[in-house]
């Protein structure tokens, strides 16, 4: 894909949605940066239902650790790897409390020295909450981004240092969500919407559908 349908591409996206944001629902960067955590392998919706009831109780690190393993369970045992989910927030916070004031680090090294928070998370955290030029590639932008051709890659790692080097700079700070939100509802895993996407004319994908 060239660099003229990769600016179009993005330039409609930003015309579609101007200030695109998460779907997790925040209001701190902890409190962003558990739910990311809590959202591997799990959906926003079923994140957010959790935290919802999670948040009003405890949203500090102190707070959080003070419920222990077993409190923090009651509260996410609607999503999915609750057990594992709930010992890597409690080490998290724990470590936020010791190590870093009770702050949320605003470098990837540190970030993914938290029990739970990888590569991905770390991106999310970096860019949603620090807006920092970073790319977290789920399988939505991985989807995407080789569907399209804007950015092929044979893992996320690869696909993430393209998008980083592809996307116009301009774009590049809010590019993380307008992909992800296309590939959760418009370019789907199964079937995508070609009828109805906004960029069909730019996409290189050769199996395009008529749905909408």
Known sequence: MNAAK?????????????????ELAYSTPFELLIAVILSAQATDVGVNKATAKLYPVANTPEAILALGVDGLSEYIKTIGLYNSKARNVIETCRIL???????????????????GVGRKTANVVLNTAFRQLTMAVDTHIFRVSNRTGIAPGKNVVEVEKKLLKFVPRDYLLDAHHWLILH????????????????????CEYKAKTSDD
Do not use: M, W
Not at 9 to 21: A, G, Q, S
Not at 97 to 115: D, I, K, M
């Open 183 to 202: 590939g959760r509802y418009v370019c789907q895993a199964r079937k995508p919407r070609c009828g109805s996407c906004r960029i069909e004319d730019l």
């Open 6 to 22: 990769r600016l179009e591409i993005f330039r409609r996206l930003h015309e579609d949605n101007p200030e695109p944001k998460t």
């Open 97 to 115: 409390v010791e190590q870093h004031g009770s702050q949320v680090p605003e470098t990837r090294e540190a970030l993914e020295a938290l029990p």
